[in-house]
């Protein structure tokens, strides 16, 4: 069975670049997630859709940074214009309903990125 | 302003003792919690997790400790072997309402040393 699947796995950059990364969540899951791990701040949450629809993006550092989830096996994280800042690995998570409290997240392996 | 903290940046054990690794959180309004493990180029994966109705859960080797009053939680591994050697996350959810999704801290380095 086939867990969170993220791509690219790597990916280095110019300054000013866009970057998009991709997921598919697990199949049936209806929440998916976009983490940042930094050095300085650990993982963040920067978004989280539920039934495709984003609930809460507060955790969006800037308007540079976007997200979509088209349908409910695909979402992409947008960086225009990507810095040097936004080097970081961002993952993307996915539950069956964050609201049970006996649910959890289920990471992908993540997209380690580079901004030069 | 974290919510869920973890002081120690790293910790060094030697194999087939116990390692302890501690969580604080500010947010009371926190009613899971759970643990995540983490090796190199790996994301986080499930290790354990608790209800506050709970002040303890075990599963095999790894316990899961609750000091609600504290807010303060630890994770025990007994006995610790190499393959625990991970960057361990603590990370903690609102069940009942206010933002979906879990919070975390910024990890302990676990290193089991033979």
């Known amino acids: 069975d086939a867990g969170v699947i993220q791509s690219p796995r790597h990916e280095v950059t110019e300054m000013g670049q866009e970057v998009t990364l991709r997921c598919k969540p697990i199949?049936?899951?209806?929440?998916l997630f976009w983490y940042r791990q930094t050095m300085m701040r650990g993982l963040e949450l920067l978004i989280y859709f539920n039934n495709n629809v984003p609930i809460d993006d507060s955790g969006m550092p800037e308007d540079r940074f976007s997200a979509k989830m088209p349908n409910a096996s695909f979402s992409t994280l947008k960086i225009q214009p990507s810095e040097p800042r936004d080097s970081a690995v961002y993952f993307c998570?996915?539950?069956?309903?964050?609201?049970?409290?006996?649910?959890?997240?289920?990471f992908g392996e993540g997209s380690w990125l580079t901004v030069v | 302003d974290q919510q869920v903290k973890q002081n120690s940046p790293s910790l060094s054990v030697q194999e087939g003792r116990i390692s302890i690794l501690n969580c604080d959180y500010t947010n009371s309004m926190f009613d899971y919690f759970l643990w995540y493990k983490k090796y190199p180029a790996e994301g986080p994966t499930f290790l354990i997790s608790?209800?506050?109705?709970?002040d303890k859960n075990e599963d095999g080797r790894f316990t899961v400790f609750l000091n609600k009053s504290a807010k303060h939680l630890s994770l025990h591994i007994v006995p610790s072997q190499p393959g625990d050697s991970a960057v361990y996350f603590c990370?903690?959810?609102?069940?009942?309402?206010?933002?979906?999704?879990?919070?975390f801290g910024k990890g302990t380095h676990l290193i089991i040393q033979p």
């Open positions: 199949s049936g899951h209806n929440s």
């Open positions: 608790i209800s506050s109705i709970k």
């Open positions: 998570a996915s539950s069956a309903g964050i609201r049970l409290p006996g649910n959890t997240i289920y």
């Open positions: 990370a903690a959810k609102d069940s009942g309402g206010g933002a979906d999704g879990l919070t």
